[in-house]
């Protein structure tokens, strides 16, 4: 996962002067002995200490621990340890470098880290890792039960900003009223041009692993998802690991019709979902409810943090990789779990007014 935020002035090796009372720790992974090897800034408690001794407080940790700071030259043969008792303590481990490293990424993805940081420990830092906390909690409930089939009560939650959903009732409602008369026209075009019905409706999974019945006007021929295991190797998500993929998308895809391929180039398609967004089934922002084929596939800790976030039409993965063909499935899960973290009304405003521009694709994805 490639989370990386802009590092401020204040390193974590500058500790400032020492406060009466700490409500975090946070244990600093540092094979070399050193004399002082613990210190404080703002209300966080650093520890320095060798892998084995952070596995020894992981032990005896009653929740305190915030996280585990990790250096690539302090990796070592212990850490395979210190991974498992941080799993079922739900402690998250973080490759830490004072500056971006490009090759960090890798090392953190090798070594099962649960994400990458470089700069100083702020509050942006606290909050993905107390969101990755109440990830690898829900993951430690739901064992090895199949995602989709989980009670929603388990779900850990995020917080979502105020009168959201006042917000996607208004505006969907509205929409809906002004583009009845085009919605009138495009239905029977799409009537007149191919057999099938009108409206696409299919299995998604949204906020939560809730399953809907999700909207769109046809855009393709009669018949097109029994064709999706013939078309496999055209997946331009395939990359190194064609069998491993999880999204599915095709460039100039055979199966869309005339129409379609205008109704979709211009995302006119997607007027239909103002209805699930009015049902509370969605969001006007949020990422965006997968295909059970795609949702069955993500069983990776990605997909507590992705489906956390509301269910949308729009995000942030429509606003700055739809329609490119250089996308890839690290980079649009890193933008799900982005918006996870930092939904905000000023955020979906801006992905809002983003979308207009974004609706027009160049490529036929």
Known sequence: MELVLQAPNISLEQPKRKTASFSLHILRIDNVQRTDRSYQQDN????AVTVKEAIT????????IEAILLHPDNINGDLIALREIARKKAIPIILHTAVFEPSAKNIAF???????????????????TEFIKKVKSYKNLRGNKPYVAQSLDMVP?????????????????????FLLPICIVMA???????????????????????????????SMRSGSE????????????????????VFFKIKDDPRITPFGQFIR?????????????????????????????????????????RFLAPAGITGLWQITKRGKDN???????????????????WLDMKILFSTLPALLQKEKV
Do not use: C
């Open 110 to 128: 090798s070594v099962s880290a649960d994400d990458y940081h470089y700069g100083a420990i702020n509050s942006a830092f606290l909050k993905r």
């Open 157 to 177: 939650q995020i917080k979502l900003w105020s009168l959201k959903r006042a917000f996607d009732i208004l505006v969907s409602a509205t929409a809906l009223l």
């Open 188 to 218: 029977l075009i799409i009537k007149f041009e191919s057999k099938g019905p009108i409206f696409y409706i299919s299995k998604r999974a949204g906020t939560g692993y809730k399953i809907f019945n999700f909207y769109k006007f046809r």
């Open 265 to 305: 180039t211009t995302s006119l398609d997607e007027i239909p979902q103002l209805l699930n967004v009015l049902l509370g089934d969605m969001s006007l922002v949020g990422n965006r409810p997968l295909p059970l084929y795609e949702a069955e596939k993500l069983t990776k800790d990605q997909i507590a943090w």
């Open 57 to 64: 407080m992981a032990q005896e940790s009653d929740g305190s």
């Open 327 to 345: 996308m890839s499935e690290d980079e649009r899960i890193a933008l799900d779990m982005e918006y996870a973290m930092k939904n905000s009304f």
């Open 226 to 245: 029994a064709e999706l295991q013939k078309l496999a190797h055209l997946n331009q998500y395939n990359g190194k690991n064609a069998s491993k993929s």
């Open 44 to 47: 966080i408690n650093f520890s």
